[in-house]
Each structure stands twice: as structure tokens, then as C-alpha cells.
Nanobody, 122 residues
Framework: QVQLVESGGGLVQPGGSLRLSCATS????????IAWFRQAPGKEREGVSC????????YYADSVKGRFTISRDNFKNTVYLQMNSLKPEDTAVYYC???????????????WGKGTLVTVSS
């Protein structure tokens, strides 16, 4: 089964950028769709973005469209989330997740990382 480890979180000023990484192991990354979720303090977890296993199709929440970009490097077994023009409301713990092997982005997530904290504040 695949294991997921997030990194790249930190403190950034509004308008700044961060790149999150989701390193995978225990499975062939190209067979898995990978999603990013986030959970802000006192709020429910929400889906941010996803990249599919087959065609590499990408999906974004309306709140991040045009600012965030998801990508994957199957040779490095890593998925990235480039976050630009960050806003205070982007502050959250960001998690990467994957559905079972072979399923697309609409599959229920089965594997989860432990998260990385992003804080957007001046």
C-alpha cells in the first residue's frame, strides 16, 4: 500500500508563494490519483486539487483556481502543489491523499498523509 508524506509548509506573507510536496512510497505513483485537501482551524476538511492517475487530468476548488497548480513527477514519486498569491484564508493544514489503486479523482480517499501546516500572515 502507498505511504504519503507531505512537506514544504511554513509561514508566508500574503501574496507570497509556497510549494508543497507529497512524497510517495510503497506503490507505483503513476497508478494512483493524488489529491490535496486542507483543514483550517474550526472548519471542515475541504478538497483543494487532484491529479488523476491515467491522463493526468487536474481539478481545482473554485477558491484556488488560477492560484494553485498541481503536478506530478512519477520518476521522483512526488506530487507537488504550487501555491501562488496566497491569502490569509489559505491558512490550514494541507494533506495529500490517494484513492485505492487505479481509481480516479472521484474515488473515495483511502490513503492519507499526516499533513503540513501552511500559515499565511503578515
Amino acid at each position: 500500500q502507498v505511504q504519503l508524506v507531505e512537506s514544504g509548509g511554513g509561514l508566508v506573507q500574503p501574496g507570497g508563494s509556497l510549494r508543497l510536496s507529497c512524497a510517495t512510497s510503497g506503490g507505483t505513483l503513476s497508478y494512483y490519483s493524488i489529491a490535496w485537501f486542507r483543514q483550517a482551524p474550526g472548519k471542515e476538511r475541504e478538497g483543494v486539487s487532484c491529479i488523476s492517475n491515467s491522463e493526468g487530468s487536474t481539478y481545482y476548488a473554485d477558491s484556488v483556481k488560477g492560484r494553485f497548480t498541481i503536478s506530478r513527477d512519477n520518476f521522483k514519486n512526488t506530487v507537488y502543489l504550487q501555491m501562488n498569491s496566497l491569502k490569509p484564508e489559505d491558512t490550514a493544514v494541507y494533506y495529500c491523499a490517494a484513492p485505492p489503486l487505479g481509481l480516479g479523482c472521484r474515488g473515495g480517499m483511502h490513503y492519507w498523509g499526516k499533513g503540513t501546516l501552511v500559515t499565511v500572515s503578515s
